[in-house]
């Protein structure tokens, strides 16, 4: 079974439509991540969380929301969407042992595309 | 504002060569450093991590740190068509998130 799982992960959807993207792990770990992946832009941190009361804006978390509702669930919300918002959409989870290592693994991605 | 620069390729490469991967980098108190793998339409893939000046290797690949140069490379040794990817370097300072380059697209010709 995959260690970090999204759901869905394809969807299309219309302009002002509010969408939720699903992650979940069962790697134990306690940070989370929210990237959108563009073609030529890479990955853009939306949202992240160091732990369940924790959460904390990336680069680009206008029009994004995120809910930690557990250590291994970490959702992020589109509250109005707009075709801008089209992309690909990773999870990914990292552990922190305190040696300054910072692995991230990510899910499988969803695609998302508002038209 | 820190950033991770890498050549977009793509780079080409016939089966069996070497294939090298740069990768440099702003802030020079990175002391963490990823390079990972991504096939089209797929999520990225951790390949490789280097904490300390010098060569790691791993199997057919060998990660090389120079902290002084702020550079990271990653050599793909006998390279095979299924090594055609995008290669990511992802850098980050102690327990911060990484930062990720936009990759490098490798293509492997027969």
């Known amino acids: 079974d995959a260690d970090v799982t999204q759901t869905p992960r394809n969807r299309i959807t219309k302009t002002g439509k509010r969408i939720m993207l699903e992650c979940s792990q069962t790697?134990?770990?306690?940070?989370m991540y929210w990237y959108r992946q563009d073609p030529g832009l890479g990955l853009r941190l939306i949202y992240y969380?160091?732990?369940?009361?924790?959460?904390n804006k990336g680069e680009i978390s206008d029009g994004y929301s995120v809910s930690r509702q557990a250590q291994a669930k970490f959702s992020l919300s589109l509250e109005s969407a707009i075709p801008n918002q089209t992309a690909l959409y990773f999870c990914?989870?990292?552990?922190?042992?305190?040696?300054?290592?910072?692995?991230?693994?990510f899910g499988p991605g969803t695609r998302l595309t508002v038209l | 504002q820190k950033e991770v620069e890498q050549n977009s390729g793509p780079l080409s490469v016939p089966e069996g060569a070497i294939a090298s991967l740069n990768c440099t980098y702003s802030?020079?108190?990175?002391?963490?450093f990823f390079w990972y793998r991504q096939y089209s339409g797929k999520s990225p893939e951790l390949i490789m991590s280097?904490?300390?000046?010098g060569d790691k290797e791993d199997g057919r690949f060998t990660a090389q740190l120079n902290k002084a140069s702020q550079y990271v490379s990653l050599l793909i040794r006998d390279s095979q068509p299924s090594d055609s990817a995008t290669y990511l370097c992802?850098?980050?300072?102690?327990?911060?998130?990484?930062?990720f380059g936009r990759g490098t697209s490798l293509i492997v010709h027969p």
């Open positions: 790697k134990g770990h306690d940070r």
């Open positions: 990914a989870t990292s552990d922190f042992t305190g040696d300054g290592d910072n692995e991230q693994f």
């Open positions: 969380s160091f732990d369940v009361k924790d959460i």
């Open positions: 802030d020079r108190v990175s002391q963490s």
């Open positions: 280097i904490y300390s000046n």
């Open positions: 992802a850098v980050a300072e102690g327990s911060y998130i990484p930062t």
